[in-house]
């Protein structure tokens, strides 16, 4: 089981094991992996500009009766930066395989959640040979598989080729983010958070998109802004959930819908009020219920699969 460090009520959860992974180009990838051995497992993929932290409420949650496997997406945490050729949505499924590979046993089920970029790197690695051997289900939030410039609502301007230019201008910027404070949050807020998220949950967004390097952030950035993974939706057969907040601004709900409905196998959209973009943390107890409920229907304590996912539930639901 992980330990929790002493310091502070919030403190992050102590991993089990930790280790650096090698993906296809020869790039290192940083794992923790959380919870008892021969739990019923969960593999968590962090979203642009942020890293393991990210998911510590589900960890600290899951990892009582879980083993939880959480990565810091190359360039993002303590995995190193890529080459220059190193930033892809290509390497996102690498990456995701090599984590696969290291850190289950063969044949070995888990469920595997994503957020924003997490959510595409899965989409991206639908057709993978890991992905087939060790997905259970799929959990999706707040995330895209096309159009992200031009669907963003962050430039407060009529959908257009102008808005689209400048949301991809704002994707690649080079300038720092600079210190988290007041004005720091407030922006932060408006671009990635919803009216109805926390102060705490504010300033720990801000404080872990900040500390993104600014070279990741940027050359993910181009990555995002010319996105495409229409394909990938339609290649994910795996039992898959999808969560959007509806003041998502970043990848509004129209993206959630588009993607339940090309799923082969979709098991319904939950339409979080209030929320935006980063619903890990912002709504924690609903992503955690979900992943619950998906290892529930299709993950047996072993971690073979489950046939008929009764549990699951299909169709939209809104939670206030």
């Not at 990635?192 to 300033?203: C, H, K, N």
């Not at 699969?305 to 699951?312: E, F, K, N, R, Y």
Request: aromatic share 2%; proline share 6%.
């Amino acid at each position: 089981m992980s330990r929790l460090t002493t310091t502070g009520a919030q403190a992050a959860p102590v991993p089990v094991r930790e280790l650096d992974v090698v993906s296809a180009d020869g790039e290192r990838v940083h794992v923790e992996v959380h919870g008892p051995e021969g739990a019923p497992a969960v593999v968590l993929a962090h979203g642009w500009t942020c890293n393991t932290r990210f998911w510590d409420a589900q960890i600290r949650e899951l990892s009582a009766d879980h083993r939880v496997i959480a990565y810091d997406q190359r360039g993002h945490g303590r995995s190193p930066a890529a080459g220059p050729d190193g930033y892809s949505t290509r390497a996102l499924a690498d990456d995701l395989e090599a984590v696969l590979k290291a850190t289950l046993e063969p044949g070995q089920k888990a469920v595997l959640a994503g957020h924003s970029m997490g959510g595409m790197t899965i989409m991206a690695a639908a057709g993978r040979d890991a992905v087939r051997e060790h997905g259970a289900a799929v959990l999706l939030c707040s995330t895209g598989s096309s159009r992200l410039t031009a669907e963003s609502l962050v430039i407060p301007l009529r959908a257009g080729a102008l808005r689209t230019r400048m949301t991809a201008a704002v994707l690649a910027a080079r300038a720092p983010l600079g210190p988290v404070n007041a004005v720091s949050r407030v922006i932060l807020k408006y671009v990635t958070m919803g009216r109805g998220s926390a102060p705490e949950r504010v300033d720990t967004c801000a404080r872990i998109v900040h500390a993104c390097p600014r070279g990741a952030r940027v050359a993910w950035g181009r990555v995002l802004a010319e996105l495409d993974l229409e394909a990938g939706v339609r290649e994910l057969r795996l039992p898959t959930a999808v969560i959007a907040g509806t003041e998502d601004r970043l990848t509004p709900p129209v993206h959630a819908r588009a993607i339940e409905e090309s799923l082969p196998n979709g098991l319904g959209l939950t339409v979080l009020a209030g929320m935006g973009h980063m619903t890990p943390v912002e709504a924690p107890e609903v992503v955690t219920e979900k992943l619950r409920e998906l290892v529930a229907a299709y993950v047996t304590v072993e971690g073979a699969a489950v046939g008929d996912g009764a549990a699951a539930v299909v169709g939209e639901e809104e939670v206030a």
